[in-house]
């Protein structure tokens, strides 16, 4: 809640709506997965292998209830069976099942009857509930504590494996516990990211001009893609960034505790007793103590950060989504092929068409590429693209292209005598970029960018200032 009502998500990323929501999911960034549903109550994540939807239940108006019981119900509808999907639930409702104490003080209260309701639906649903009968409150403030939040399973578990559940005691900056739910295992950790504008670019011409001068083209990319990863700093992770710490989860949680005593004692003893002064020094040293804590976290944190950037001019900060989560596709499409083939439609005729061509006989020789034709076709080049999934930028190609220029101009004029281009080079990465101004939820509001390596761009300049000197072809450029 604190970090979601400030957006200071420092390392996560938020899946929700972003205005006047009541519900949304925190993922750590690099994790694999995306928004499915997002509304002021829902909002739902799916992975890989799992799904996580935040459901949030108003406790008093009840046809704001029931449309978001009605909304999970048709997530869960169009669900796919064979992926779990836990179900994170502020439900504003009292049961024994989850731990609730039923007394003859509480015994009227309404919350009982929702929590009734409730389990009813669950049973109806097939849903589980991963709550233990016996555990710490939920939720615990200065005034109360009751059993209001829920961990709920729909569909079979991963691999079989059954859920761990318990209810962390430490506090974190809000009135709810944290319930954590271990299951399956882990996925593998993505790999880490390039910080591409330190790379030490010395020490890459010095390796690239050992590179024999008979390697083909892939292995000349594969050999400069080698030594930009060696000299090369990783980019420090984003959930790195941040100062706030375990040590600091700990003290704030005692912190809190110490609070809630002091408060329960002022209010039965009032503020001169002796046992309201005694927690009252309690109190005051927590807070000097977790205080103190946080200005050290934060300078190891600002320590930390500078060193590993090394240049503080050369620091890009990740930006945050701005756009709320759209639905441009159905439920249980994949959005990236949904995209691609509506952005890129596939002609049924183009394998026949092309199999029917027929090629003259060449007669004449395909001039080599020569140094200057290198260097023109290198001038092309951007500074300061992104590189495709070898990490070898367009700096790297033109920082190198003297000492490789002999190996570039024997490879690229075989290359064209023989018609054929790499097929390694045939491989691209490819990212949609939203366009500003533009529905999110039709796919014409997406940009399609392919992020090909930096020796197929050199390759293709050079075919494409062959193509432009010719008088048939410059024409229709």
């Known amino acids: 809640e604190p970090s979601s009502s400030s957006r200071k998500l420092i390392g996560y990323q938020y899946h929700g709506l972003r205005r006047g929501e009541e519900a949304a999911v925190l993922s750590k960034r690099g994790t694999m997965c995306h928004t499915v549903f997002a509304s002021r109550d829902l909002a739902v994540v799916k992975g890989r292998s799992y799904g996580v939807a935040s459901l949030y239940l108003h406790g008093s108006d009840m046809p704001r ?6 909304e999970i ?4 509808d169009s669900w796919p069976p064979t992926i ?18 039923y007394t003859a003080a509480n015994q009227h209260r309404q919350a009982w009857q929702r929590g009734e309701a409730l389990v009813d639906w669950c049973l109806d649903k097939e849903v589980r509930i991963l709550n233990d009968e016996v555990s710490l409150p939920t939720f615990e403030s200065n005034r109360y504590q009751s059993w209001v939040d829920l961990t709920l399973l729909y569909g079979a578990p991963r691999d079989g494996v059954e859920p761990r559940w318990e209810v962390v005691d430490d506090l974190c900056g809000s009135d709810h516990r944290l319930l954590y739910v271990e299951f399956g295992e882990q996925e593998a950790a993505p790999a880490p990211r390039l910080a591409h504008r330190l790379v030490d670019i010395a020490k890459v011409i010095d390796g690239a001009s050992r590179i024999p001068p008979d390697t083909s083209l892939s292995g000349i990319t594969e050999s400069l893609s080698a030594l930009v990863k060696r000299y090369t700093p990783e980019a420090p992770a984003p959930s790195d960034t941040t100062w706030w710490t375990g040590e600091l989860t700990r003290l704030k949680a005692k912190l809190r505790r110490a609070q809630r005593a002091f408060f329960r004692h002022k209010r039965l003893n009032g503020p001169d007793a002796s046992s309201t002064v005694h927690y009252r020094g309690v109190r005051d040293a927590a807070e000097r103590k977790f205080k103190v804590a946080v200005r050290g976290a934060k300078g190891v944190a600002a320590r930390r950060f500078f060193t590993d950037l090394q ?21 249980g499409v994949n959005q990236a092929d ?3 083939h509506r952005l890129f439609p596939r002609d049924p005729d183009r394998d026949t068409e092309v199999e029917a061509l027929r090629f003259g006989q060449r007669t004449e020789p395909v001039p080599a590429v020569t140094a200057s ?3 023109e076709a290198a001038s092309g080049l951007r500074r300061g693209a992104a590189p495709g999934e070898d990490d070898v930028s367009n700096d790297v190609v033109l920082d190198t292209l003297e000492v490789l220029k002999d190996s570039w101009c024997a490879q690229l004029s075989a290359a064209l005598e023989a018609g054929i281009f790499p097929q390694e080079w045939k491989h691209s990465r490819g990212v949609f970029i939203h366009k500003s101004g533009r529905d999110p939820a039709r796919p014409n509001g997406w940009r399609p960018i392919c992020l090909v390596t930096s020796g197929s761009k050199l390759f293709e300049r050079v075919i494409l200032e062959r193509l432009a000197s010719c008088p048939q072809i410059r024409d229709r450029l």
Do not use: M
């Open 65 to 70: 209830r029931e449309a978001a019981l009605t």
């Open 73 to 76: 119900e048709e997530v869960i």
């Open 84 to 101: 779990p999907l836990y179900i994170c639930s502020d439900a504003n409702a009292w049961h024994v099942g989850w731990g609730s104490v």
């Open 311 to 331: 240049n503080y001019s050369r620091c890009v900060k990740r930006g945050c989504p701005r756009i709320p989560p759209a639905a441009i596709c159905a439920h």
């Open 338 to 340: 949904f995209l691609l």
């Open 373 to 375: 034709e290198l260097r």
